[in-house]
């Protein structure tokens, strides 16, 4: 008799743990999501960004591509960097500065300043992305689910570029073109208390090394 209430509240211990782990899928997916579409969104805004802020054809390049290669670049060392320090601290973090740099890009009065919030948009991006890999891997330690979790977020991350563009069309229909960075910030609201509530902490090789050469 003693035995049966602790099987059950193991078993209900069990059954909370299942669905955190999928609570902690859509909140991953949620900020992959981000990182992923603003990649692209800015595509369809690019008329209406010349107009106002009359970049060079210099300044508009970088404009458009500052976000994906400072991202695409920092990958690695945000990902070693979480490793040694705690994933979900540089998660929270990515967080808090894609907020603040959708703020800046929204509001930017000249191409200069809309160059370097989107390159500041590039590092929350990076720090964002590997930390939700690895946290996933963690929170799913069965094969099966993990496999399962792991193509949700690849599917995830697709879906995000190729929604960019029409969201950014959606927007601009009703906005001007800095509602397409400020979409972002109730979002990152969200996701900080939640991510810190919910999001377990983690690390890995501490001693791993600093691929700076990959990176570059």
Same mark, same amino acid.
């Given at each position: 008799?003693s035995?049966?209430p602790?099987?059950?509240?193991r078993?209900?211990?069990?059954a ?5 782990? !999928?609570?902690?899928?859509? +909140?991953?997916?949620v ?12 595509? +369809?805004?690019? %008329? ?13 390049? !970088? ?5 994906p ?5 920092l990958l ?19 967080y ?9 890009a929204?509001f930017a ?6 160059i ?13 992305? %590997? ?18 979790a792991?193509?949700? !977020?690849?599917? +995830?991350?697709?879906?995000?570029a190729?929604?960019? %563009?029409?969201?950014?069309g959606?927007?601009l229909?009703?906005f001007? !073109?800095g509602?397409v ?11 900080? %208390?939640?991510g810190?509530?919910?999001?377990p ?6 001693d791993g090394?600093?691929?700076? +050469?990959g990176a570059?």
């Amino acid at each position: 008799m003693s035995g049966t209430p602790t099987a059950a509240s193991r078993c209900r211990r069990e059954a909370g743990a299942g669905a955190n782990r !999928w609570v902690v899928l859509v +909140v991953l997916c949620v900020s992959l999501l981000l990182v992923a579409v603003d990649a692209t969104v800015l595509h +369809v805004a690019v %008329p209406a960004v010349t107009e106002d802020l009359k970049p060079g054809a210099i300044e508009l390049l !970088w404009i458009v591509d500052v976000y994906p290669l400072v991202c695409a670049s920092l990958l690695i060392l945000f990902g070693t960097l979480g490793d040694r320090v705690g994933r979900r601290r540089v998660l929270l973090l990515g967080y808090a500065l894609f907020g603040v740099a959708s703020a800046l890009a929204a509001f930017a009065e000249n191409p200069q300043v809309l160059i370097a919030a989107r390159a500041l948009l590039g590092v929350g991006g990076a720090m964002i992305m %590997p930390a939700t890999l690895s946290i996933l891997r963690q929170v799913f330690p069965d094969r099966r689910e993990r496999a399962l979790a792991i193509g949700v !977020w690849s599917a +995830v991350a697709a879906v995000g570029a190729a929604v960019g %563009p029409l969201l950014g069309g959606f927007l601009l229909e009703h906005f001007w !073109w800095g509602s397409v960075f400020l979409v972002n910030i109730p979002l990152m609201l969200v996701s900080l %208390p939640v991510g810190r509530l919910l999001l377990p902490e983690s690390t890995g090789d501490r001693d791993g090394p600093w691929d700076v +050469v990959g990176a570059l």
